[in-house]
Each structure stands twice: as structure tokens, then as C-alpha cells.
């Protein structure tokens, strides 16, 4: 072993001693770990008016798992979804209102559409001097670093007041696709040897439109391809104050921070697997999966695989069935009976129905397999993020780019939750650790 690496060995077994916990003291202390009470409930942090999940209903005064639901400011997004479906691209007045709390009429939408497009535009130089530099396949990170260096061209960067914040929540949703589509492409171009397309946006399209156009070579799309993701775009929108990325963006608005800095957390917060990034662990543990299970018709295989996944044994040895699982829902999370909808339109007409009968068994199973092993207060299920990356492989979007989707999405709710942190809340979140430090005489070093 080479001597960093045995250096590290040692101290990292140091910090092991040093930080380890009893898990007994959290019941001792009565440390809501996770911020989650004994049956699973968040701890109530703050009250927003953007969006609600549904994930219990009292049943004969007792509080019982049901369906999920989830609604934007009043409206259920699956009604919401219907009614722009097969008539109009959504993403733009759902993103309207999430922002501005009412549905637009006509003129309002035409006039933020017009708003979106006239904001789609990048500093002089921007794709050269900052996108294409050091590219990575990890375009969330890429688009993390852009977004932090636009604050440099921004010269009243630091101004919190809601019209300041606004501008620059409508600049970075109508610039998202391009950050991430064209660092995308930096990577493919210098990482994978392939051609680089940098397409500028049209300011006709919509912005599921503008993201397949930018991402193909050829520019081309169908409307089937751009109405999905346009779908997929509004599903992905908004979940709520407390889930990771957008609390992440109301604690860091609460100390006061600018928006690049506020949004940057926020994009280090999505990408991590147990929350966005689990759209592309999915597929690899699908992948995985298809590699190690030579019948995929074998139940028997199937579940002993998924047993070695919750045991550390096989992928990435962390022991999730990724894709499976919510903080908040039970019996369902309706985004991914949305998804499961278009994946069985998908495969059958892109023959991979095999593929889907899979997917289907695994999430049949997983909450099986998954209940043999742990505590489940509420029932475990198919998330947003389990048929999500199927549907975007089917779309030939790559995998690079299916967190990256998501943020493009959720910049919205990320943006509605600064904003209403800002008007109301004016205080620092600054919640306590119990410490269970022992004090220690110093001890000068000739004694150590
Ligand atoms: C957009 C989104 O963020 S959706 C979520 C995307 N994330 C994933 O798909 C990753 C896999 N899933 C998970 O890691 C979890 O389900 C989470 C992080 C989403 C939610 O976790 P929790 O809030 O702890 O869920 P819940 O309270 O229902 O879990 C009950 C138990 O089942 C376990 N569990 C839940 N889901 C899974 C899973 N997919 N694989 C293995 N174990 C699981 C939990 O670890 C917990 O066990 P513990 O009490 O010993 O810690
Ligand atoms: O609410 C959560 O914890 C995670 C989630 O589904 C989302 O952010 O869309």
C-alpha cells in the first residue's frame, strides 16, 4: 500500500473513533434523526403556501396510508398535466404558477414565454471561457461551477429584494437548458472523442423543445419526444419546503446569501443518489442487474439479487434499491404512476417491453424485500425517480443529463421557496445538536 494511502487508512480509522455515536443516545436525547420522527413524520420547520403532498388520510379518526398526491398551489398536477396535455407545452405556466400563485391567462403566459426566451442568453464567451473548461461527466457539477460564475457578470449580484431575486430566478430558468445541454456536450466532445454541437435556443420553442433541439446533433425532435419531456419537466417542478435540494435553498436564503450561491447549494444538494441523482442510479443498477441475472423471468434470481443490493453485496454496495422508497409517501408517489404510464407507451413501440416487464417486477418486489429487512412505518414504493431515467433512455437522452433534467425543473420550486422565504421569514435557520462532547484539560504538547 502506498504511504497516502496507508496514512489515510489510519486516519480515517481515527475519525471513526472520534465521531462514532452510540445509536442508543438519539432515543436518549430524543434526537429526531433525519429530522424525522419515530413513525417516519418530518418535524415541522416551516409553512408554505406553493405546494402540498398528500400522503395520509384520517380513515375513522386514524391516520392511514393512502395514494399519493401532490398539488401546486391548489391545483393537483395531474389535472394540471391534463389540461395542457395534447394542446400546449406546460412547463412555462406551471412555472408561472408556481411563481406568481395563479394560473396566467392567455397574454400573462405569451408575455413570460416571451420573458423566458428574451433571458435565454449567455455572457459573451461564456460557453468557452467557463463550460468547456475542465469539462466532467458530471454536468450537475458543471452546471453548479457556471452558475456560480455568472454571479461575476451580475453586478448587483448581492441584492435581496424580491425584484432583484426575481430577475435573477427568471434569468437561471431560462438559461439552465443551455448550461446544462452545452456541458454536456463540452464533455462528450473532450472526454468522449465525439463531434461538439453548441445550438444556439429559438426563441419559438418551448423549453422542452430548446433542450431536445440543443441536445441533438441533427436538431431534430417529435412532438411526441419534446410533449413528454415537457410532462416530465412539470412532474419534476416543485415537491414541498422540506425535501433536501429546496430546504437546502431556504436554509441558505435565510442566512442572507445571493441567489447564485443559494442555488449552487441547492444543485449540490439534488445530485446526491438518495434524492435527484437517483434518476441516474437507477439505470445503473439496472444495468448492473441485467449483467448479473442471466434470466430475467426468474423471479427466484431477481429477488436474490435484490437482497444481495440491500446486504452490501452487489452495485454499489450501499445497501438501496434506488428508485424505491419516499421520506413522505406511502402507498405512492403519483409522479411515478405518471412515468410508469408513458414507459409502457414507450417500450412497447421502442421494443423494449422486456425491459419494462423487469422494472415492473422489481417494483412489485423491492418493497417486499426491502420490508424483510427494515423498519417500514408507511410502505415503500416506486419513486419519481424509478421510471423517470427508462423514459429518458427510451427518449435517447443521456445519462449524463438526467439529473441535470431534473434541476432544470426544480430551479422553479427552488426559486418560489427563496422568494417566500424572503418575503416572510426574515430569521436565520439555526436549529441545536445536543452535544455529548466531554470537556478536556489542555494538555501542552511535550505531553502529549
Ligand atoms: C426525488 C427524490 O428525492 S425521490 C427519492 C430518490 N431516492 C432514492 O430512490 C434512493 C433510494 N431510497 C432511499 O434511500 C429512501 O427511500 C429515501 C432516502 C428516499 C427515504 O428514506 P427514509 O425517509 O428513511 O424512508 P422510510 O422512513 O420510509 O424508510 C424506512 C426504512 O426503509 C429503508 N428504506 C427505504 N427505502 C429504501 C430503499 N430504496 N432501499 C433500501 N432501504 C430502504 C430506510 O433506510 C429505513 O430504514 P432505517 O429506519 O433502518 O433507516
Ligand atoms: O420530497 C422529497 O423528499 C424528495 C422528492 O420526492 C422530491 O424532491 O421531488
Redesign the pocket.
Known amino acids: 500500500m502506498k504511504k497516502n494511502e496507508l496514512y489515510l487508512n489510519d486516519y480515517a480509522q481515527l475519525c471513526r473513533e472520534a465521531d462514532g455515536l452510540e445509536p442508543e443516545m438519539f432515543d436518549k436525547y430524543e434526537v429526531q434523526r433525519?429530522l424525522?420522527d419515530k413513525n417516519?413524520n418530518g418535524v415541522v420547520t416551516g409553512l408554505t403556501n406553493i405546494s402540498r403532498i398528500d400522503a395520509f388520510k384520517t380513515v375513522d379518526g386514524v391516520k392511514t396510508p393512502c395514494e399519493g398526491k401532490l398539488w401546486y398551489r391548489g391545483y393537483d398536477c395531474i389535472e394540471l398535466v391534463k389540461g395542457f396535455r395534447g394542446t400546449r407545452f406546460g412547463f412555462e405556466e406551471a412555472a408561472y404558477l408556481l411563481l406568481f400563485g395563479n394560473l396566467p391567462n392567455e397574454k400573462q403566459l405569451k408575455e413570460f414565454r416571451d420573458m423566458l426566451a428574451a433571458n435565454r442568453t449567455l455572457p459573451t464567451n461564456f460557453t468557452r471561457d467557463v463550460i468547456m473548461k475542465a469539462p466532467s461527466s458530471d454536468i450537475m457539477n458543471s452546471l453548479t461551477r457556471s452558475v456560480l460564475t455568472l454571479a461575476s457578470y451580475d453586478r448587483n449580484c448581492s441584492d435581496t429584494s424580491v425584484e432583484n431575486v426575481l430577475r435573477q430566478c427568471l434569468n437561471l430558468i431560462s438559461v439552465f437548458p443551455m448550461l446544462a445541454v452545452y456541458g454536456y456536450h463540452s464533455y462528450n466532445h473532450y472526454q468522449n472523442d465525439e463531434s461538439m454541437y453548441i445550438h444556439r435556443p429559438s426563441r419559438k420553442l418551448s423549453t422542452a423543445e430548446n433542450l431536445l433541439m440543443m441536445l441533438r446533433p441533427d436538431k431534430s425532435y417529435t412532438e411526441l419526444e419534446a410533449s413528454v419531456l415537457d410532462i416530465a419537466l412539470v412532474l419534476h417542478m416543485e415537491h414541498g419546503g422540506g425535501?433536501n435540494s429546496t430546504f437546502t435553498t431556504r436554509v441558505v436564503t435565510s442566512s442572507g446569501s445571493d441567489t447564485y450561491s443559494v442555488i449552487a447549494a441547492a444543485l449540490s444538494s439534488l445530485k446526491g443518489?438518495?434524492?435527484?441523482g437517483?434518476n441516474i442510479k437507477v439505470v445503473e443498477m439496472m444495468q448492473d442487474l441485467e449483467k448479473h441475472v442471466s434470466d430475467w423471468e426468474d423471479e427466484d434470481a431477481v429477488r436474490d439479487y435484490l437482497k444481495k443490493i440491500?446486504n452490501k453485496e452487489a452495485f454499489d454496495r450501499k445497501?438501496?434499491?434506488?428508485?424505491?422508497?419516499?421520506?413522505v409517501y406511502s402507498l405512492s408517489d403519483p409522479r411515478a404512476q405518471v412515468f410508469k404510464g408513458f414507459v409502457h407507451q414507450l417500450a412497447s413501440a421502442k421494443g423494449r417491453e422486456k425491459d419494462f416487464a423487469l422494472y415492473s417486477m422489481i417494483e412489485r418486489m423491492a418493497p417486499e424485500v426491502?420490508a424483510e429487512k427494515?423498519?417500514?412505518?408507511?410502505g415503500?414504493s416506486a419513486?419519481?425517480?424509478f421510471y423517470s431515467g427508462f423514459v429518458y433512455s427510451m427518449l435517447e437522452i443521456p445519462l449524463e443529463m438526467f439529473t441535470p433534467i431534473f434541476a432544470i425543473a426544480r430551479i422553479v420550486g427552488w426559486s418560489a421557496h427563496r422568494i417566500e422565504e424572503l418575503i416572510n421569514m426574515d430569521k436565520i435557520i439555526r436549529p441545536a445538536y445536543k452535544s455529548v462532547m466531554r470537556e478536556q484539560e489542555y494538555i501542552p504538547m511535550n505531553e502529549r
Open positions: 433525519g424525522r417516519g425535501n443518489p438518495k434524492h435527484g437517483a440491500l445497501g438501496l434499491i434506488y428508485g424505491m422508497g419516499h421520506a426491502i427494515a423498519r417500514i412505518y408507511k415503500v419513486n419519481v425517480d
